[in-house]
Nanobody, 127 residues
Framework: QLQLVESGGGLVQPGGSLRLSCVVS????????IGWFRQAPGKEREEVSC????????GHAESVKGRFTISRDNAKNTVYLQMNSLKPEDTGIYYC????????????????????WGQGTQVTVSS
């Protein structure tokens, strides 16, 4: 059974940091790019970051460049999102997702390229 389970969310003050984890099971993780997405209250889901199947290629939304870092450990079936210098506008539910198909290189930072999603973890940035 294919599963993606996020953890690591919470309440943090502006300027603080969090590290999210996404543990996957039910498929061979190193065959697929993995992405992170988020949805703020009342807004549509937006792309955050993606990482290619062996980590050689990474994509970040402009809003998080220089602050967020995505990484993966295929041996642990885990993808991470390190979030630094957090801002109130980073608040939302964060989801990880599996890419639709095998892609030898790169990742496409678009929700249309992903077909399996976790349940999400809440991140709240507030003083």
């Amino acid at each position: 059974q294919l599963q993606l389970v996020e953890s690591g969310g919470g309440l943090v003050q502006p300027g603080g940091s969090l590290r999210l984890s996404c543990v996957v099971s039910g498929f061979t993780m190193d065959n697929y790019a993995i992405g992170w997405f988020r949805q703020a209250p009342g807004k549509e889901r937006e792309e955050v970051s993606c990482i290619s199947r062996v980590g050689g290629s990474i994509g970040h939304a402009e809003s998080v460049k220089g602050r967020f870092t995505i990484s993966r450990d295929n041996a642990k079936n885990t993808v991470y999102l390190q979030m630094n210098s957090l801002k109130p506008e980073d608040t939302g539910i964060y989801y990880c997702a599996k890419a639709k198909g095998f892609r030898l290189f790169g990742c496409v930072l678009s929700s249309n390229d992903f077909d399996a999603w976790g349940q999400g973890t809440q991140v709240t940035v507030s003083s």
